[in-house]
C-alpha cells in the first residue's frame, strides 16, 4: 500500500479510501504521510469488531489461543442486505483465523495513528453493521479533526455494495469535490 501511494507523490490532491479493514490501513498510510495523504474516506472501519467472541479472541491474542484453535473459520455469509447484491457477491467459504491477529495489530496501529491524523476524513457507517461496533466507530470520528460522519439507517457492513449505496456515494462524492 506504501508502495501504490508513494506512485502518486507527484499528484496535487491524495485522498484515501477503504473499508473495514482497509479504512484502518488508510488510517496508518495518513498518519505516516501527512504530506501527501490530503484526505480520508473510512468506511465501516473496522476499528473494534461487535461481538464477546472477538473481544475475548483479542483479549488472549498473547495467550497462544490461535496455535491451538482451528486454523480456519466458516463464513456463512455476507454482511449484506440487498438481495440484489448478495445474488452477485462473492462468497469466501472460510478464512484463516490467524488473519485475525494481523487485524488485531492493525487496530493498534490506526488507533496510535488516530492521535496524529491532521486530514479532513469522512467517516461511513451503518446502524445495523454486524461486524463493526458503531459505537467504537462514532467515538473515532469525533477524534479525527476536520471529520464528518455519515450514518446510514439501512445496510450492514458492505455499505457501498447495500442497501443505501446510492446514498454512500454520493456522500464520499461530495465530501471530495468539497476538498477541491
Known sequence: AEAALETLRASPRVAVAGLSMGALLAM?????????VRAL???????????????ALRAAR??????????WKKKTGLDLEDPGAVAVAPVLPRYPLKRLLDLFALQD????????LTCPSLVVAA??????DLDAVLALQTQLPFSQRLVLQRGFHQ?????????????VAAF????A
Not at 446502524?127 to 463493526?132: E, L, S
Open 159 to 171: 455499505v457501498l455494495r447495500d442497501t443505501d449505496r446510492a446514498q454512500a456515494i454520493a456522500a
Open 176 to 179: 471530495l469535490e468539497s476538498l
Open 127 to 132: 446502524v445495523q453493521d454486524h461486524v463493526v
Open 62 to 71: 498473547h495467550l497462544g489461543v490461535f496455535d491451538v484453535t482451528p486454523q
Open 109 to 116: 496501529l490506526a488507533r496510535d495513528a488516530s492521535a496524529r
Open 41 to 55: 474516506v473510512l468506511l465501516a472501519p473496522a476499528v473494534k469488531l461487535r461481538g464477546v467472541g472477538p473481544a
Open 28 to 36: 496508518t498510510l495518513a498518519e505516516r504521510h501527512p504530506g501527501l
